[in-house]
């Protein structure tokens, strides 16, 4: 876009002021040196302290953003290590180890401590000695954190008992597929090998159902008749629909089928969902599954709003009553107990695309690309209408995500006279801050990115761990030693706002786009001597 420039005179050094305000800023000129160099441009500052030197200096810590346009480097690192994270996992030909180590002496001696702690608890609560009981059940707390940070996983008795049971739901309930053949699920989760060395994987993308047809932007073609009301529904379910999909695939397929799966919203704003599956189904089962499975929202009925507008239900200092009458809302509990039928049954649509899988192909490579496409962007830059029609496709199913329960404990639900779990005085009816209900990301979920327990055996942090070692290794080739710091002598503080001397941004990206350049170089001629097998990874930022 030009704007017009006024004539305006020439300064001493032959610029008009306007050629001159059209120079880039040299914060800009650095920050984009720093894209280049695939540092960091908005890192955060903290102060670190040596134990041993008690030197302390100001460092910048990446900000770890997975949004390109917040940070495109940290965003396109996040993105790799993702990338990383599906392709180990896709082909696997062995069982991710998941034995767990047995327990150690620490961890056995803070449990019979625990236990000791629990005797002293239970006596105290019968002699009703409040203060022992409010410090012992505090220090079983502490300890339960102690054992968590140890190692330990799942959870320990709580020491008042089991408590209530919430009564099992009637058989009515229960959500089978009937329809599909069930087998025990095997405890593996590789596919099978063909002619001794073909083991294929798949690539499967499940869709919504149709609410009407639609443009090629998305849109609707006849607006009036398109179901918004079900669009929205299957918008705030399709995470829990997507996981009864995976019990019933591995029920009728027999193993612990493992995925790595991302959900982005179609044009039409309906969310999908991309998958790379380890081992190889056959698609006519794939497609069983998909049309057998549905999920079945066991909630209290909201097709008619009871208030709106001005007329809302108020607080009266315990719970929400009807501003006319005075009498309390319904309870959460009993509106549950009184529901007779599902308020709603999610379904995918029939189209369910399926492809098997090469490891270490071009197409293989290709689909990790396709499924991590988008992860660099906000569903709302994804979803951005481009016209007047999309504006007005999004208008209107944000109406009907406003006035669409996300939970039970949405403050929508008291727009339908339900008191929903856990409202409070600062509820207010119809205001609720989940995403699901915002303009911006019109129902998709914030965690796009999905992975079964044993994709890959390794956490986010194990794959970003390896990646470092293996920089280290290339360059240790070549005879150039990066030690390790030694982290337990350092010390992190937060720097307090305002403090003066805080070096300014441009430092701190200064001294980090050098210190890559030289990291570069380091890496450059450690690769040349080396030839590592991935030479898609890059160096890691140097802390
Ligand atoms: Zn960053
Ligand atoms: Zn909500």
């Known amino acids: 876009m030009t704007t017009p420039v006024p004539t305006l005179p020439a300064d001493v050094a032959g610029q008009t002021r306007a050629e001159r305000m059209r120079q880039p800023l040299a914060l800009d000129v650095i920050t984009a040196t720093a894209e280049q160099h695939g540092v960091c441009v908005r890192p955060f500052t903290m102060e670190v302290g040596d134990r041993d030197t008690g030197e302390l200096k100001y460092v910048g810590v990446p900000c770890g953003s997975t949004v390109e346009s917040q940070c495109g480097p940290c965003a396109r690192k996040a993105r790799a290590l993702r990338m990383v994270r599906c392709r180990e996992g896709w082909h696997l030909t062995e069982e991710p180890d998941f034995a767990p180590e047995p327990p150690t002496a620490d961890q056995t001696a803070l449990l019979a401590y ?60 229960r959500q089978d597929a009937p329809n599909l053949p069930r087998r025990k699920v095997e405890n593996r989760t590789l596919g099978r090998e063909f002619a001794g060395r073909f083991r294929p994987s798949m690539f499967v993308t499940l869709t919504c159902d149709s609410y009407g047809r639609v443009r090629d932007d998305g849109t609707p073609v006849d607006p009036a ?8 529904r299957d918008a705030v ?41 380890r081992g190889s189904i056959r698609h006519e089962v ?39 009458t005075r009498q309390p809302l319904i309870e959460w509990a009993d509106a549950i107990e009184a529901v007779e039928e599902p308020a709603h049954v999610a379904t995918f649509g029939v189209q369910v695309h399926s492809k098997g899988i090469l490891g270490g192909t071009d197409q293989a490579g290709r689909h990790i690309g396709y499924l991590t496409k988008y992860l660099t962007k906000t569903v709302g830059e994804v979803v951005e209408a481009s016209s007047e029609r999309q504006r007005q496709h999004h208008d209107r199913l944000h109406e009907e995500l406003s006035v669409t329960p996300c939970s039970s404990r949405c403050a929508v639900w008291l727009l339908y006279g339900i008191q929903p779990l856990g409202a409070t005085r600062k509820t207010t009816p119809g205001h609720c801050k989940n995403r699901a209900h915002r303009r911006t990301t019109l129902g998709l979920p914030g965690r796009r990115v999905l992975v079964s327990r044993k994709w890959s055996g390794k956490t986010l942090a194990d794959h970003r761990a390896d990646r470092k070692r ?74």
Request: proline share 9%.
């Open 286 to 324: 794939l497609r069983q599954v998909t049309a057998a499975t549905y999920l079945q929202v066991w909630w209290p009925a909201h097709d008619e709003l009871v208030y709106g507008g001005d007329r809302l239900p108020v607080w009266d200092g315990e719970r929400f009553i009807d501003p006319g």
């Open 114 to 173: 625990r236990a000791d702690l629990v005797a002293s608890y239970l006596h105290a609560v019968g002699e009703q000695q409040a203060g022992d009981v409010d410090e012992l059940r505090e220090e079983i707390h502490s300890v339960d954190d102690e054992l968590r940070a140890l190692g330990m996983r799942g959870r320990l008795p709580n020491p008042d008992g089991p408590g209530e049971r919430t009564p099992n739901r009637s058989t009515r309930r």
């Open 225 to 232: 008749s398109y179901d918004y009301r079900r669009a929205a």
């Open 237 to 277: 379910h399709f995470a829990s629909l997507v996981d009864r999909w995976w019990q019933n695939l591995r029920r009728c397929v027999g193993w612990d089928v493992q995925y790595f799966a991302t959900v982005e919203p179609q044009k039409r704003v309906a969310p999908h969902l991309h998958t790379a599956l």
């Open 470 to 543: 293996f920089v280290l290794e290339a360059l240790a080739a070549l005879g150039i030693e990066k030690p390790e710091p030694d982290r337990t002598r350092l010390v992190w503080f937060k720097v307090e706002p305002g403090d003066p001397n805080v070096p300014p941004r441009a430092h701190l990206l200064m001294h980090a786009i050098a210190q890559r350049i030289r990291w570069r170089a380091e890496y450059d001629a450690a690769l040349l001597a080396a030839q590592p097998p991935d030479v898609s990874a890059t160096p890691p930022q140097a802390a």
